[in-house]
């Protein structure tokens, strides 16, 4: 189902953040993900799907007025590669327990921290991703990487499907 009729500056209510560089192995994963995600969505004006690559805070204009977030990326938790994550919320262990992960990881907090600062906030936000086993330089994931990605995408797909769902039938028409 898609939502009401929005003008051209008003954000899609839920955004699919995917984070990584295709430069630097497994750490290509969240960009994958996004991909697949992207092709099969049927959610139309619901979500919006944006490549966020490492580019930090300059993120930070895409996650004003957003009622959730999906971020889909590399999680390097410490578990076997490939090893599929879904974290919620921005407290705990989500996106604190990946400062140590990948290079661009500090810059995921950061951001959402900072535009918390700003006044941003959202009804959820759901990271879901794959535990690497390479992030170096190269071109291509892993082979566990590689195997995960479906079983990452379904489990995105259904968090994505909870919060067009949750938004449709919470909004007031």
Not at 114 to 135: D, H, Y
Not at 138 to 162: C, D, F, K, N, Y
């Amino acid at each position: 189902m898609t939502g009401s009729a929005r003008n051209e500056s008003t954000p899609a209510p839920v955004l699919v953040l995917g984070l990584g560089n295709l430069l630097l192995g497994d750490d290509a994963a969240g960009l994958r993900l996004l991909d697949i995600l992207s092709r099969e969505s049927e959610f139309g004006e619901e979500v919006e799907f944006v490549d966020g690559g490492t580019q930090g805070l300059a993120l930070l204009p895409y996650l004003s007025g957003r009622r959730a977030v999906l971020v889909v990326d590399a999680i390097a938790l410490g578990a076997e590669p490939g090893t599929v994550h879904v974290l919620r919320g921005l407290e705990g262990h989500s996106l604190q327990a990946r400062r140590a992960g990948t290079a661009h990881e500090s810059n995921a907090l950061e951001l959402f921290e900072t535009a918390k600062v700003l006044g941003g906030s959202w009804a959820e936000v759901v990271v879901v991703g794959v535990e690497p086993r390479n992030v170096k330089t190269g071109i291509g994931l892993s082979a566990e990487v590689e195997a995960a990605l479906g079983s990452a995408a379904a489990r995105a797909q259904a968090v994505l499907t909870e919060m067009v769902e949750s938004h449709v039938f919470s909004h007031t028409w």
